[in-house]
Nanobody
Framework: QVRLQESGGGSVQSGGSLRLSCELSGNSYDGSCMAWFRRGPGKEREGVALVNADADNLYLDSVKGRFAISRDRDKNALYLQMHSLASEDTAVYYC????????????????WGPGTQVTVSS
């Protein structure tokens, strides 16, 4: 069974930076397609950044140029570097690994970590 554990969340002022980390364990999935999602207050969960088997990245439009997803296959780790944070980025951030289907925010099936809270104050 796959397990994911996020870390690195916290409170930061507008314009600040945070780096989220995620550790993947278990042997059910190869981690070739992984992503970060988030759920803001009163909002639905949305895909933020995705990396596929070819190391191609996909980003939510609102985070392009500010966030960067990266992966360390040797450590089974996934990262999300976030810069120029704004109040709209306040959310619980979830690490996810694709378990079935295409490597797609909407069409893939995902396994989730418990999430880590990011709070941006203005």
């Amino acid at each position: 069974q796959v397990r994911l554990q996020e870390s690195g969340g916290g409170s930061v002022q507008s314009g600040g930076s945070l780096r989220l980390s995620c550790e993947l364990s278990g042997n059910s999935y190869d981690g070739s397609c992984m992503a970060w999602f988030r759920r803001g207050p009163g909002k639905e969960r949305e895909g933020v950044a995705l990396v596929n088997a070819d190391a191609d990245n996909l980003y939510l439009d609102s985070v392009k140029g500010r966030f960067a997803i990266s992966r360390d296959r040797d450590k089974n780790a996934l990262y999300l570097q976030m810069h120029s944070l704004a109040s709209e980025d306040t959310a619980v951030y979830y690490c996810a690994v694709r378990t079935m289907g295409p490597c797609s925010f909407q069409r893939g099936r995902w396994a989730w970590g418990p999430g880590t809270q990011v709070t941006v104050s203005s």
